[in-house]
Structure formats: C-alpha cells, structure tokens
Nanobody, 120 residues
Framework: QVQLQESGPGLVKPSQTLYLTCTVSGGSITTSYYAWSWIRQPPGQGLEWMGVIAPDGSTYFSPSLKSRTSIFRDTSKNQFSLQLSSVTPEDTAVYYC????????????WGQGTQVTVSS
C-alpha cells in the first residue's frame, strides 16, 4: 500500500518561499511508469495541478506557476519537495502530493493534504 504524507509550515508570509515535502512509503519514487505531482485547492475553488517530477527526475510545471515553482527529490529518503517562491495570499490553499499515472491528470494515491495560509 502506497502512502504519501505532506509536511511543511502552515503559515507563510507574503513574498516568502514556501517549501513542502512529500514522504512516500510503500513504493519508490524512482519506479518507472509512475510520476509524482503537487496539486492544490484554494478555498472555494477546484483542484489545480502545479507540477510533476518523473521517475528520471525531469520536471514539468503548470504554465501559470512555472516561473515560481520548483520540484526536486531526495531519493535516499524517498521524498519529493515543492518550492513556491514569492507567495501571495492567493497561494493560500490545501496542498496535496499524489502519485501520477501520467494519463490526463489521473492519480491513484494522494496525501491527506496540508493547509498553507499566506498572511502577514
């Protein structure tokens, strides 16, 4: 059974950089076929895909967030992380990590989500 767990600060000040980590158990993040995504849901809005890291370490991002987003991994800890720079209150959301099947936004395992609030 694959499990994902997000961790990071719940409160970030505007203009700062947000760092979140997803720890994966029950499966390796370097396994072929599966990729690993970050997705968020602002209050009252739908899910927004932010970016993905593939088994070979290559990354792809939403065009609207590309300039502010990085995803990197630590294979020794089986973790992948999100970095979102220059945050504003509009980045307030529940942030999820998920295992990506690579098929039109299909995911089979999700973390429970972590609330991030951007406020001074």
């Amino acid at each position: 059974q694959v499990q994902l767990q997000e961790s990071g600060p719940g409160l970030v000040k505007p203009s700062q950089t947000l760092y979140l980590t997803c720890t994966v158990s029950g499966g390796s993040i370097t396994t072929s076929y599966y990729a690993w995504s970050w997705i968020r849901q602002p209050p009252g809005q739908g899910l927004e895909w932010m970016g993905v890291i593939a088994p070979d370490g290559s990354t792809y991002f939403s065009p609207s967030l590309k300039s502010r987003t990085s995803i990197f991994r630590d294979t020794s800890k089986n973790q992948f992380s999100l970095q979102l720079s220059s945050v504003t209150p509009e980045d307030t959301a529940v942030y999820y990590c998920a295992r990506d099947l690579g098929i039109a936004g299909q995911y089979d395992y999700w973390g429970q989500g972590t609330q991030v609030t951007v406020s001074s």
